[in-house]
């Protein structure tokens, strides 16, 4: 497409679409112009993908998730369509800024963290390999909470990001599916009637996702919630008009909000119920669609496989096999087969909080055919398995990581080390009688996204060196080793690296009003705020070193850039207490003229998608400090790696295969293993023999605790310092002094711009393997045993 038609594309939606002209024209309007001229281009190719697919009779992959952090989509459209150069000049000719657009799009926050954008990476990474696949997911009107800081207090605002128009989504009225909650059963034999009391729609959104080069391209089919009976117009006719809107208002509840955490159970009967709303309503939609192409539904493992993404849509397999019992008249122990081979389970965390339990009440009350079969698929099972202590429905409760693990035929873990966890912890009794079920995929991210489009100025060094072939075989990566060894193509490395670290300390004294040396250490640690990932950890140290510095001012310091970014769970105090502590330190520390020099805060609020691709790149340290056997995987850290920062971290999760894919003498490694960790925790007393051991810990706790930070209220942090002081699950004491020896091994290493420059390249050559092609690849074989359709320019079909 040349410049020229896209200028009149453009300018054809502005009129046409928009109704706006030129001359009026906002950048609201130009974005929105923009979008839909790109979507044009876009739907063709994905009318035709969907066309293949049903054409090859091929089988489709279900990804379903309560989650799909999708950030911006725009700029993502544009680079894989390969617009990019029509686009800039299109607009240049208009008059139009680039980045002004681009920053004008709301990010669509409808995840709290990892787990979101793994399954927005799989999207994006299924379209790019040709795999017929399709996401489905809620279409939360409210997305993640909008964090705003108030005296350093995180305070929570709702994210309104469909306030605008959507450019992206198509809405299918005609997808419009009955979803039942409550009511009775009436059994006929071994099959029921359910007759459910309440009932609500479920109305598809369709947002198409392209791959790499516009060659295939899949849909994300998002679900909202409508009432049954819209308006209740007698009831307005007497003027009683709150209660005439108020089965539009129930219903919509229902995919108003996304549940802020993503690690705690709510035990909120309206999660439940968004469970089941998305996963029934999903259900349905894949078996409408198999029953227009075949007839006989043994054949659905065949040609569909349903992945589940965490337990939350883990009612998946009770609510098949009611159909294909209850409804198709399927035998029990068969529909139970089927539902098995086509369903398969990723767990995501072992965190004990984090596995979802409903109460049998609860559930019976709001599901109870679903209930009753729980309770006849944990029979098959002890039959089937001659065990009687692993169902489902136990204690009172209704166990989703069993049940999912039941209803599976493949149970996947995240990282290397959190599998092997599963199979010796959680799932320890279950993997001893089906030692086949459980596999491993290590997690990985897009390199579309998380370093051709965030990087620009990198990605251009690479493709300079090697082609641009690494875009979409990211092993290619490799091929940069050599250039590791040369002087003049380490200095362009390094320039890029410290150009993005100028913007990203522009965009902080713009943003945030804080001057910062973009020849420090930008060392970041962004996520979600939680004590197992140890944010408090980074503070102590962050702590110590200021008292260092003020103790010796002219010593020489490496100067430092602590960056922080991530929301707290809204309820989880201790979090909260993490980010106002932070907020506290940045304000004494960044107005100190002892240390400026050397050190410096910074915590932009509301860390999300677009806020990592701008901190991502400018990054010389990533921290991934989490106690270890916590952090199931971490996609954070595979980002940080590949955009050439070096990691600090614990043998946890996906760190543990970053260190061998770079080089364990490439990696500032420290801490306790996973298993010292548990051990360590046995002892009584542990974090005050380590206070006691470890005077600069024992000194930066006092500091926090003497309230040197909070002048205004000195116990302010004691919830903190106690916890640390008595107890310390996480272990953040036992740890501190060998965290504390390895960030100075990183000063001595940065002091060496030559080499770290190298490190750092080396990082970005040797990460490729965690391009999420290479985990779609891997579920494709070990999992839903399905291949891509072949990739051809569907344009020029
Ligand atoms: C998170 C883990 C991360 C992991 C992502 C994606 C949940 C429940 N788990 O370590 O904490 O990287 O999942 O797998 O959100």
Redesign the pocket.
């Known amino acids: 497409m040349t410049s020229a038609d896209m200028k009149d594309a453009i300018l054809h939606h502005l009129v046409y679409t928009l109704g706006k002209d030129t001359a009026h024209a906002k950048t609201y309007d130009w974005r929105m112009a923009l979008s839909y001229a790109v979507r044009d281009k876009i739907v063709d190719r994905w009318f035709e993908a969907t066309r293949r697919a049903y054409a090859e009779k091929r089988k489709r992959v279900y990804y379903l998730s309560l989650e799909f952090l999708i950030g911006r989509l725009l700029k993502d459209a544009i680079i894989n369509m390969r617009l990019d150069e029509a686009v800039l000049d299109a607009l240049k000719d208009l008059g139009v800024e680039w980045e002004e657009i681009i920053e004008d799009e709301p990010d669509a926050a409808l995840g ?4 979101g954008r ?1 399954a927005a990476c799989f999207m994006e990474s299924q379209a790019t390999l040709g795999l017929p696949a399709m996401g489905y997911g809620i279409r939360y009107e409210n997305g993640l909470f909008r964090q705003r800081f108030e005296d350093g207090r995180q305070v929570e605002e709702p994210e309104d990001w469909l306030n605008q128009a959507h450019a992206w989504e198509f809405v299918r009225p005609e997808v419009s599916i009955d979803i039942g909650f409550g009511g009775h059963v009436q059994e006929i034999g071994s099959r029921a009637n359910w007759y459910p009391s309440e009932m609500l729609i479920a109305m598809a959104h369709d947002t198409p996702v392209i791959g790499w080069k516009g060659r295939w391209g899949n849909t994300l089919r998002l679900w909202e919630a409508r009432p049954m009976h819209g308006f209740d117009l007698a009831r307005f006719n007497r003027g009683d008009y709150a209660a005439a809107a108020e089965p539009e208002a129930m219903a919509r509840t229902l995919s108003r909000v996304l549940y802020p955490d ?2 705690t159970e709510q035990g909120k009967e309206l999660r439940l119920k968004q469970e089941f709303f998305h996963t029934a309503a999903s259900i349905r939609d894949i078996l409408r669609r198999f029953e227009s192409e075949y007839d006989d539904l043994r054949l659905l493992p065949k040609k569909a496989a349903i992945q589940i993404n ?1 337990t939350h849509p883990a009612i998946a397999g009770p609510e098949l096999v009611r159909i294909l019992h209850d409804e198709r008249g399927i035998d029990f122990e068969e529909a139970v087969g089927i539902a098995r081979n086509t369903i398969s389970y990723t767990n ?2 072992l965190l004990p909080e ?1 596995l979802e339990t409903w109460s049998e009440g609860r559930m019976g009350r709001l599901l109870p055919r679903h209930m009753q079969l729980i309770d006849r698929i944990d029979d098959l099972h002890r039959r089937e398995t001659g065990t009687h202590d692993l169902n489902a429905h136990h204690d009172g409760k209704v166990h989703m990581g069993t049940l999912g693990f039941i209803m599976a035929h493949k149970v996947n873990g ?1 990282a290397a080390l959190h599998t092997e966890l599963m199979k010796s912890t959680v799932f320890k009794d279950l993997h001893e009688l089906h030692p086949e079920k459980i596999v491993n995929e290590t ?1 990985g991210v897009t390199p579309r996204r998380w370093l051709l489009s965030c990087n620009p100025r990198l990605s251009t060094l690479i493709t300079d060196s090697i082609g641009d072939n690494w875009v979409d075989h990211a092993e290619d990566l490799k091929k940069l080793e050599p250039f590791t060894e040369d002087a003049g193509w380490l200095e362009k490395f390094s320039a890029a690296k410290r150009a993005n670290k100028v913007d990203l300390s522009d965009w902080i004294a713009e943003t945030l009003e804080i001057s910062v040396d973009p020849d420090s250490i930008f060392d970041i640690q962004v996520k979600r705020i939680h004590e197992y990932k140890r944010q408090h950890m980074n503070l102590l140290e962050t702590i110590a070193y200021w008292l260092e510095i003020r103790d010796n001012p002219n010593a020489g310091w490496t100067p430092r850039v602590k960056i922080f970014g991530g929301k707290a769970f809204p309820n989880y105090t201790y979090a909260k207490e993490m980010v106002h502590l932070t907020n506290d330190m940045a304000k004494v520390m960044n107005s100190d003229p002892l240390t400026s020099r050397y050190l410096k805060v910074v915590f932009p609020p509301n860390y999300n998608v677009s806020l990592a691709e701008r901190l991502i790149p400018a990054a010389d340290l990533s921290e991934q400090i989490s106690t270890a056997g916590k ?5 954070g850290n595979m980002k940080f790696s590949l955009n050439g920062a070096l990691t600090i971290g614990t043998l946890d ?1 996906a760190n543990v295969e970053i260190r061998e894919l770079v080089g364990p003498e490439n990696f500032f490694l420290f801490g306790m293993t996973a298993e010292e960790v548990m051990t360590r925790r046995a002892e009584p007393g542990h974090a005050g023999r380590a206070i006691a051991a470890d005077p600069r810990l024992a000194r930066a706790l006092e500091t926090i605790r003497s309230g040197r930070f909070s002048p205004e209220e000195p116990g302010r942090y004691h919830m903190i310092t106690d916890n640390l002081t008595h107890h310390d699950y996480f272990m953040v004491c036992s740890d501190f002094s060998d965290y504390w020896r390895a960030q100075r091994d990183v000063d001595a290493a940065f002091a060496d711009k030559a080499e770290w420059a190298r490190v750092a390249a080396l990082n970005t050559a040797r990460t490729g393997w965690f391009s999420s092609d290479r985990t779609i690849r891997g579920y494709m074989k070990d999992v839903w045993d399905v291949e891509a359709a072949p990739l051809v320019d569907l344009a020029a079909e």
């Not at 952090?631 to 996609?635: D, L, R």
């Open positions: 709290n963290g990892g787990l793994l993503d690690h965490d995501h965390t984090a995240v997690n952090e199931a995987s971490g996609t999760g």
